[in-house]
């Protein structure tokens, strides 16, 4: 069964650091485009940030370039988002996604449709 599991979320103050991991099984993870999402309580889900399949090409949002690195294990089958200098607008459910049939100029205009999502793991900032 194809799955996305986060880890690695937790409760941090502002400045602070943290490494977000997700761990995909079931399919060929070196194969899909991956990325982050996260979602802020009562707002809708956002960018954050992807790769693409050999980790040499990277697109984050505005609001987390130079602060967030991803990056990706295909022999482990990992992907990861290092998080630095947090701010309290941080604070969300992150989510790992996953994509086969997109494009990489999908995933910088935004209209990509990722079709691999996992459960999500919350990340708290607090101020």
């Known amino acids: 069964q194809a799955q996305l599991a986060e880890s690695g979320g937790g409760l941090v103050q502002a400045g602070d650091s943290l490494k977000l991991s997700c761990t995909a099984s079931?399919?060929?993870?070196?194969?899909?485009?991956a990325g982050w999402l996260r979602q802020a309580p009562g707002k809708e889900r956002e960018f954050v940030a992807a790769?693409?399949?050999?980790?040499?090409?990277?697109h984050y949002a505005d609001s987390v370039r130079g602060r967030f690195t991803i990056s990706r294990d295909n022999v482990n089958n990992r992907l990861y988002l290092e998080m630095n200098h947090l701010e309290p607008e941080d604070t969300a459910i992150y989510y790992c996604?996953?994509?086969?049939?997109?494009?990489?100029?999908?995933?910088?205009?935004?209209?990509?449709?990722?079709?691999?999502r996992g459960q999500g793991t919350q990340v708290t900032v607090s101020s």
């Open positions: 996604v996953a994509d086969l049939d997109g494009t990489w100029g999908e995933v910088v205009r935004g209209a990509i449709r990722w079709d691999r």
């Open positions: 079931g399919f060929q993870f070196s194969r899909y485009y």
């Open positions: 790769i693409n399949l050999y980790g040499g090409s990277t």
